[in-house]
């Protein structure tokens, strides 16, 4: 499989042009790293990159290790020819080496001097390219002669490439070398593109990125293997990377090259998952030998151990020893692993490894892992390896598929979602306990939920509900808050309505708090929805409650985010917080990260409307890094949104757009994070003096009445919506989303809200008049002193703008100071800028803006305002850059609005 790009080599192969550019100089480069890397890669791309030298090739032989110069001998053999020009001495040393009578210690000094004179020599006819492949693999003379040789050639039109695994450094000191670091995701997904170019499917695709673990030979060794129903997700896909690949075969050697003492112990140490020194010193023990064994397969960087951990540096070292080694020889070492783990405190490795070693169903070990897996408290993941294993060892076909259900759950709180889908497609064909389907499609559910498609989450998760609705009512009632979510992060609301139907048949009367903080929470959106607030509102306030007041099993990072997405909607915002926070924490403390985003989600949400927009934007990034670590794309798209709207309000427009472009066109128009895209863009809309452009994409962000579009996203927006639409032909969409917005804030008890909502309604009334007037001053009593003060110094700069606009240029600058003061202390310097304009329009002395012109401006205005500095005319500038007239004067407003400046003459002032 022959691969034209190096993904992820990008810096190696400009190193490699640049050493090979300049034929008259010389020079050398070292590339280390583990096999599969693309060492070899990189030795065939530096012989394309020098058509016009001389190459002398040669690849260092295993076999050949024990023959001195063997190597040098090989890489030589075509200029042998030349040692004629070699002085007496040396080429009679030179001749004598290559002809296998060896090397006096006291001259080897003179063999290197006299092969970097053979390759001067060589090169005063054509510039010669040198390279020698897996250098550690051969002969050692060999190798120092040619690292000897490469650190003095700088002066002659003679290039030296060397390739070695990672242990090489004492032999190739002070060579130019580079580390040949793993893929990331994205790059090994591109080459997975390249090599089945027919198509993968993305679990798929995740599965193979996630056992190549970024090692290039890897993905070639596993693309190759790969069956065309592997391919399209029909059949299951590779567990562990080929034994009989290309890779394996290079770990062979490798691994071939080490004493058996050390062979042995290395797997020991493979296969024990925690890696502890103290269970490797009695394993040694066990096997008649001692830990000072594994010294050879340290010093081959292979494994290392400290004092608390035994590592494999290399990230697929543990992996390929295991898979290298025999049946046989894996099946001893569980066994020994087993013996020597009895302690109380081993009791699920032990049984891991018993399992490992056993062979066909044996019920009363997998009971013994199920057991173990549960009570001692393990990590998700090895709990989720144990119920796997002990699936396999079951001879009943419903439990077995309830431990593979209850493996998945673990994978699926591991952060591991590829896992659980792998393992979820076990499932026997043939139909198990519809409970136990049930609880299999609710995790179907959120998996689609949070990393694939939400029409699918939405009827998995219905089915879910009516499936575990007779048995457990407590997983139904999770299944339908989960639908009733994705039903609102695809903008189809009017869907909870059948949500909460189903819910309120579950509901019973003294129900356990996890259980009646589900029922609350459904009763309470669903009525907020449907603009039922006074029943909505205390419903919601009593999950609030409840959420505070979990204990024991009940207290799950799931039913805290829970209760803090209730303390959004009813205003509760320090609550929410604390909430959410506690949520965020916990699914730290326990390793549950498929909850973590969510959690992170509302957490940034609750310090948005708590004004902390810099901590908002923390919460987001983080809950990014995480969703997109678990595959939970969904997630990563909500916080991608949110982190856009946080730019756009502090007028960062590039890292705005840069989010928004990140999120793609994945998210349908109606989505939650489209949405969030279309509020950021808006925002920026309405910085850059386009109004109209901003209220028409909030506008569209919902449909009232039908239950379909992003409310609640629009709701939030509402107060851009209506400062944006306030003067233009969206007035009246403006009108009815703040009654929408108003009903909501009166139920809450939100002074923030109410400050927004007087604000809005100062906007909307007429200008000039006291009713304005009067909303404003509400609006600056309501803005918490506690809470940010970035909505308050934009209620000071709106409030300044209409009393200037009124004729009364003293009382707004009071205001105007205040806002541009607040905006410059946050450092939102457009924002800060915009209250400087209006200031100077009221007739006060202030500075420009900070910022050049060219930071200011997009690219077309700024070329209108040097043509302005110029001198020409709006008809001249239109000619010249093919505009119309209109479209010239449209931007020029533009200019002056972002400038804070009047006239023709200030922009040039201001270009010069």
Known sequence: MQIAVLRGRDDECRALRDLLDHPAGGGALLFQGEPGTGRTALVDRAH?????????????????????????????????????????????????????????????????????????????????LCT?????????????????VARRVHRLPVAVVLTGATDTDALTGGIPTHRLRPLDESQSRTLLADLLPTGLTAPVAAVLTGLARGNPQALVDLATALTPGQARGEEPPPARVPADGALARGYRIRLGRLPTDARRLLLLAALDGESDPATLLRAARAAGTAVAALAPAETAGLVRVGPQRVVFPQPLARAMVESTATLAERRTAHLLLARVLDGPGHRLRRTLHLAAAAVGPDPALAAALETAAVADRVGYPTASVALQRAAELTDQPDLAATRLVAAARYAWSAGQPQRARLLLRRLPATPVHPVVAGRAELLRGELELRCGTIPAALAALLAAAEALAGADRTAALGALVRAGEAACFAGDQFRYAEVARRAEALRRPAAPAGTELLSAYLTGVAATLRGDHERGGPALRRAVVLGGQLTGPALTPAALTLAAAAGLLVGVDRATHRLADRAVELARARGELSTLPRALELRAAAEYWLGRHEAAAASSREGLR???????????????????????????????????????????PGSRPYALAQWALSVLDLTDGRPDDAA??????ARPGTGRGQVLIQVMATPYLVEAAAHTAHRPAALAAL????????????????????????????????????????????HPAEAGPFERARTELLFGRELRRGRRPRDAREHLHRARETFTCLGVTTWAELAGAELRAAGESVGGPDLPVARVLTGQQLRIAQLVAEGATNREIAARLFLSTRTVDHHLRNIFHRLGIRSRTELARAIT
């Open 739 to 782: 009654a929408v917005f108003d009903r909501w804030v009166t139920s809450t008890a939100s002074p923030s809200r109410r400050a927004l909502s007087a604000r809005c309604h100062a906007l909307l009334a007429p200008r000039g008049g006291t009713t304005a007037e009067a909303e404003f001053r509400t609006a600056l009593r309501l």
């Open 626 to 668: 995480v969703a997109r670590a678990g595959g939970q794309t969904n997630c990563a798209h909500v916080h991608l949104g949110m982190l856009a709207v946080l730019a756009a309000i502090r007028a960062d427009r590039d890292d705005s757009l840069r989010r928004i472009r990140e999120i793609g066109e994945g998210p349908g």
């Open 132 to 148: 020698l492949d897996d250098l550690d693999l051969g002969d050692r003379p060999t190798a120092e002669v040619l690292a000897f």
């Open 48 to 128: 394309r990159y020098a058509p016009d030298r001389l190459v002398l090739a040669a690849t260092a032989l295993p076999g050949e290790a024990t023959l001195p110069y063997a190597g040098l001998q090989r890489l030589l053999d075509p200029v042998l020819d030349r040692a004629d020009t070699l002085p007496a001495q040396q080429r009679g040393l030179f001749r004598r080496v290559m002809a296998g009578a060896g090397c006096p210690p006291g001259q080897r000094l003179a063999l290197s001097m006299a092969v970097r004179g053979l390759l001067a020599a060589v090169a005063r006819d054509r510039p010669v």
């Open 696 to 701: 028409a994409r909030l506008v569209a962000l």
